[in-house]
């Protein structure tokens, strides 16, 4: 977390800058496509919008990482221990875990309902014994907690020009694309730690189970059914993206760049998919770094844009010169980890 962006949001305390930063770290680290379009926000939204995905990070490594032989009891134990400690932030404001304390302050700022943070750990739960899912309506329950949640915490802090509940299906419906897109692009890695997210009653329909998955990822050779199936995934993801999207135009001006963004990148992953034949079980398909720099400036003319069409509404409607105080100057978030397209100023 750069300074700038921490006396922005008004974090001030030192022990707080330190937990909000080691939050930052975690999402230029693992989230590079969602790190990128966090930049676009308005600087003092930042520090929380990296809470939340810091907070998540934390979650899933403890449940997912393939760098450890931990089992699956002591990852039980280690998921209760940050619940507990979750729960106690979230009652006191306070935290001797970074992530927690981050968290707690952003849900306390925002005032983010708590019942999305019980319902994303329960999730969490799941993933430790549950490793597969029978049909889509089973999968659609388990990433209400996994995926939908994070959208529904995103809300308050993104803003909206529409009463809340009315943006919030659209918000879940976000959450969940990005997960299904991820569960698609992840399908050899979640077979590699005993999972499989694709539904069974949608692989069955083209003729797949985890067998034949398991055989292609073994030997890196191709079969049809499979080709037939993930193209099916990816149709349905697609659809949840179009649920989406009508919420972009809900969310406050200011932030609608980041998330316009995310849209547009996460979108990219299923093209980038379907444009390397499908291979997922061999290999990982991502979005090429121009096409990700491209579609950044993109955001940033949108951000131009909304904060001039902004700063022009603002300047209608101010009192007369001598009612108004000197005007603050104006605050930017600093430097990334990550290659930066983005020009300084809103860098």
């Known amino acids: 977390m750069t300074a700038r962006e921490l006396d922005a949001a008004g974090i001030t305390e030192p022990a707080l800058r330190d937990a909000y930063t080691c939050c930052r770290r975690l999402n230029a680290r693992h989230g590079r496509t969602y790190f990128l379009a966090t930049r676009l926000l308005p600087v003092e939204r930042r520090p929380a919008v990296h809470a939340l995905y810091g907070f998540a990070r934390?979650?899933?490594?403890?449940?997912d990482s393939l760098d450890t032989d931990l089992p699956r009891h002591r990852r039980a134990a280690d998921l209760g221990l940050l619940h507990e400690r979750l729960e106690q932030g979230l009652r006191?404001?306070?935290?001797?875990?970074?992530?927690?304390?981050?968290?707690?302050?952003?849900?306390?700022?925002?005032?983010?309902?708590?019942?999305?943070?019980?319902?994303?750990?329960?999730?969490?739960?799941?993933?430790?014994?549950?490793?597969?899912?029978?049909?889509?309506?089973?999968?659609?329950?388990?990433?209400?907690?996994?995926?939908?949640?994070?959208?529904?915490?995103?809300?308050?802090?993104?803003?909206?020009?529409?009463?809340?509940?009315?943006?919030?299906?659209?918000?879940a419906a976000l959450g969940l694309a990005f997960q299904l897109t991820n569960f698609l692009r992840d399908v050899g890695e979640d077979l590699d730690r005993g999972r499989v997210y694709?539904?069974?009653?949608?692989?069955?329909?083209?003729d797949v189970d985890r067998e034949l998955l398991s055989w292609s990822r073994r030997t890196g050779r191709d079969d049809g059914r499979i080709t037939r199936a993930l193209r099916a995934f990816e149709d349905l993801t697609r659809g949840v993206?179009?649920?989406?999207?009508?919420?972009?135009?809900?969310?406050?001006?200011?932030?609608?760049?980041?998330?316009?963004?995310?849209?547009?990148?996460?979108?990219?992953?299923?093209d980038a998919v379907a444009d390397d034949g499908y291979a997922v079980l061999h290999r990982r398909a991502g979005v090429p770094r121009r096409r990700r720099a491209a579609v950044a400036a993109d955001g940033l003319v949108r951000v131009t844009a909304a904060r001039l069409r902004g700063r022009a509404g603002?300047?209608?409607?101010?009192?007369?010169?001598?009612?108004?105080?000197?005007?603050a100057g104006q605050l930017r978030a600093g430097v990334s980890t990550a290659p930066n397209p983005?020009?300084?100023e809103v860098a």
Not at 101 to 126: E, K, N, P
Not at 257 to 267: E, H, M
């Open 58 to 63: 934390w979650a899933d490594d403890i449940v």
């Open 92 to 171: 006191d404001g306070d935290s001797t875990e970074p992530v927690v304390l981050a968290l707690a302050d952003t849900a306390r700022r925002y005032a983010i309902d708590h019942r999305h943070f019980s319902d994303f750990m329960a999730s969490m739960r799941s993933d430790l014994e549950v490793t597969d899912y029978p049909t889509y309506d089973a999968l659609r329950a388990y990433t209400h907690g996994s995926a939908a949640v994070i959208g529904l915490q995103m809300l308050p802090i993104l803003g909206t020009v529409v009463p809340r509940e009315e943006a919030a299906p659209h918000a």
């Open 198 to 206: 694709l539904p069974a009653d949608l692989l069955a329909a083209h």
């Open 241 to 270: 993206y179009r649920e989406a999207a009508p919420g972009l135009a809900m969310l406050d001006p200011v932030s609608r760049p980041c998330i316009r963004t995310a849209f547009v990148l996460y979108g990219g992953i299923l």
């Open 314 to 327: 603002a300047r209608r409607t101010r009192p007369p010169a001598a009612a108004v105080p000197p005007a």
């Open 342 to 344: 983005l020009p300084e």
